[in-house]
């Protein structure tokens, strides 16, 4: 049987049954409830901070109406960041490198966001379909081509974060094989292959946290 390099992205099965589902829930049991102490603990400290940073981070270009949307978004960057982590993990599976997982992600709140603009501000909505000034014969090429790229947004949401993730991730698997096959015949070479391993892991880690905050960063330009 042949085996491929993509094999790592099949969603894992026991017993005929995905494994998907467990993949996406555990990570929410990895997170402390709160308490009703006085005082917190260290851990629940930090993450009420991050928490209270990124929210404000968030909303800062988004006027009062949508800052119903706060713990939507909130709620959405923390699942993103923690299975974007947890897949970095050996012998682990990432929900997010699943293009199915992203556009069932990205098509739902990219169509509340136009269902709101259309019902909030629909002349303000329309008006972005034809840019200001723009000359006579050019209006129906436009609006076709501002249609299409409104329509695009879910698919562009989904393999940017989809593509991101799995180019690091077969990168990774390349170089550690590299550096394991290399090890008996160039320990030197294995040695340096290695370093530039552990490198492009810690660049990972960045890629996934600046990925998760990327996916919900424009879903609150496409708010706004």
């Known amino acids: 049987m042949t085996v491929s390099l993509f094999d790592q992205f099949m969603s894992p099965t026991l017993l005929g049954i995905p494994l998907i589902a467990l993949a996406i829930t555990l990570p929410w049991i990895m997170y402390p409830a709160p308490t009703t102490r006085w005082l917190n603990s260290r851990f629940l400290a930090l993450q009420g901070w991050f928490i209270n940073r990124f929210t404000q981070q968030l909303l800062l270009p988004l006027s ?9 978004l909130t709620s959405l960057m923390i699942f993103l960041i923690t299975m974007n982590m947890l897949g970095l993990l050996p012998y682990t599976f990432t929900p997010t490198t699943q293009l199915s997982l992203n556009l069932g992600l990205a098509t739902p709140l990219w169509l509340a966001t136009v269902i709101i603009g259309m019902r909030n501000q629909p002349t303000h909505a329309l008006g972005h379909l034809l840019p200001e000034g723009t000359p006579g014969p050019l209006i129906p090429v436009l609006i076709v081509i501002e249609t ?6 879910p698919l562009a949401l989904g393999v940017r974060l989809t593509a991101n993730l799995t180019a690091g991730h077969l990168l990774i ?14 320990p030197v070479v294995a040695l340096l292959t290695s ?12 890629v996934a946290m600046i990925q998760a905050y990327v996916f919900v ?5 496409y708010l706004q």
């Open 64 to 72: 009062l109406g949508g800052h119903k949307w706060a713990a939507l």
């Open 148 to 153: 299409i790229s409104l329509f695009i947004r």
């Open 173 to 186: 698997q390349l170089i550690s094989t590299a550096a394991f096959v290399l090890l008996s015949s160039m």
């Open 195 to 206: 370093t530039v391993l552990v490198l492009l892991t810690l660049l990972e880690v960045a």
């Open 217 to 221: 960063l424009l879903l609150t330009l």
